[in-house]
């Protein structure tokens, strides 16, 4: 079996909620908005915690990946990352970052090659990262995948997210 495969779970619930649902390899990938999480791990895992979450009343969906992105499942390739990072000046944002690693503000700080490493096994706290953001702005540009929309406006109904990436 490939060390890397995996699966990820999507669920209509707060991190805090479900939580003590996880099963042996699977963790809690992101917390997304005060009602959706993520999990991710071994595929046979995540269809265990599938079932337990379901049978507790959760709503629950697959999300179509093929790696237990944001677990410590990834701390090879993170490493590997990290190495490759080492050769590369990295420097201050010219603009703010809301951090989904550390779930604060950079602050013209310049990440080390850790903090990418990090960021590809922990939790993405992207729920606390755009509450940071809202308390200073009220229209969002997203450069992702354009799946943001919901999480902000669940997080604050009345903010703008604009996206960038058009939907195939």
């Not at 991190?15 to 003590?20: I, K, L, P, W, Y």
């Not at 999990?39 to 990946?65: H, I, K, Q, W, Y």
């Not at 992207?126 to 406006?153: C, D, K, M, Q, Y």
């Amino acid at each position: 079996m490939d060390a890397l495969a995996g699966a990820m779970l999507s669920v209509l619930a707060a991190a805090e909620e479900v939580e003590r649902y996880a099963v042996e390899d699977t963790w809690i990938a992101a917390e997304n908005g005060p009602g959706h999480c993520v999990f991710s791990g071994r595929p046979e895992a995540v269809s265990t915690l599938a079932g337990r979450l379901r049978a507790a009343g959760f709503t629950t969906l697959p999300v179509d990946a093929t790696h237990p992105f944001h677990t410590p499942q990834l701390a090879g390739a993170a490493a590997l990352l990290g190495e490759d990072l080492r050769h590369v000046d990295l420097a201050p944002a010219r603009i703010p970052i809301a951090s989904s690693v550390l779930g604060t503000w950079l602050d013209g700080k310049v990440p080390e090659p850790g903090y990418w490493r990090d960021h590809m096994v922990s939790r993405v706290r992207f729920r606390t990262a755009a509450g940071l953001v809202l308390s200073r702005h009220r229209v969002l540009v997203e450069v992702g995948p354009g799946t943001a929309r919901p999480w902000i406006n669940q997080a604050d109904p009345d903010a703008v997210c604009v996206r960038t990436v058009r939907r195939s």
